[in-house]
């Protein structure tokens, strides 16, 4: 790797942006896209590796090229630090994700009941200031308070986050829906937010919640069929 390539690949990275290094087996030429121009199927290549987080080999005009992905972490950011939190975290790390719990309220923010994960007692939306989600960030708001998920979801919204999701019922999302409406945002932006949230898998308990959100967020970010919203004549996951 020559050092121009090196210093670009690590200003790409320190600037959060996916990039994907193309390096041609023969002779070890380099390039990265999307800055660098490339033929068509090697483009097309380097797209599905920073989309699947997989590396690949193809062959461009009897050329063997190697494809590598360098994506932003996946990052997961739950406002609220509830019982739902604390059996979707581990759950999130273990499917790859860089976890942030947001929560003001001190006495449940706490080292013991999210043990090694990263917190943020500051207010949701100075959190989501300082964290600034990108396309690979995850936000689920799960507090049920107006008052901290409100906030957070006007700077969710304002983000590229490539999933926002907001606990509460049917009922409750449309107050929410019409407090959103006051701020400013319409029904185009507000219809980013998955709410009810998660999978209807008939979820009760907090365990069981906290599975069909993830799945619902490896859904979206997988493009699967499942991501689609259910019908309103559909049972609510989360409690009102």
């Known amino acids: 790797m020559t050092p121009e390539i090196l210093d670009r690949l690590l200003a790409e990275r320190s600037a959060g942006r996916p990039v994907a290094l193309l390096t041609r087996l023969s002779d070890g030429h380099q390039c990265l896209w999307p800055d660098d ?7 097309e290549a380097a797209a599905a590796a920073l989309r699947d987080d997989q590396a690949r080999t193809v062959t461009l005009d009897g050329e063997p090229w190697f494809v ?8 997961l950011v739950v406002v609220g630090a509830v019982h739902i939190a604390q059996a979707l975290v581990p759950m999130a790390a273990r499917v790859g994700f860089a976890v942030t719990v947001v929560d003001p309220r001190r ?5 013991e009941r999210f043990e090694g994960v990263t917190l943020s007692t500051d207010w949701p ?20 308070d107006p008052k901290l998920d409100d906030p957070a979801l ?12 907001a606990l509460g019922s049917r009922r409750t999302h449309a107050k929410r829906v019409a407090r959103l409406k006051e701020m400013g945002f319409d029904d185009a932006a507000i219809a980013r937010i998955h709410a009810p949230i998660g999978l209807d898998i008939e979820a009760v308990t907090a365990p069981e919640i906290a599975l069909s959100i993830l799945a619902e967020i490896v859904a979206v ?3 699967a069929a499942l991501a689609a919203r259910r019908q309103p004549s559909s049972p609510n ?3 009102a």
């Open 107 to 111: 006495a449940f923010a706490t080292e």
């Open 125 to 144: 939306d100075e959190a989501l200031d300082a964290l600034r989600p990108d396309a690979r960030t995850a936000i689920v708001t799960l507090s049920h």
């Open 37 to 43: 121009a490339c033929p068509g199927a090697l483009a």
């Open 237 to 239: 996951t989360a409690a």
């Open 68 to 75: 590598h992905p360098h994506n932003p972490p996946l990052r």
């Open 154 to 165: 006007d700077r969710a919204l304002k983000s590229p986050a490539f999933y926002i999701g």
């Open 221 to 223: 970010r997988r493009g």
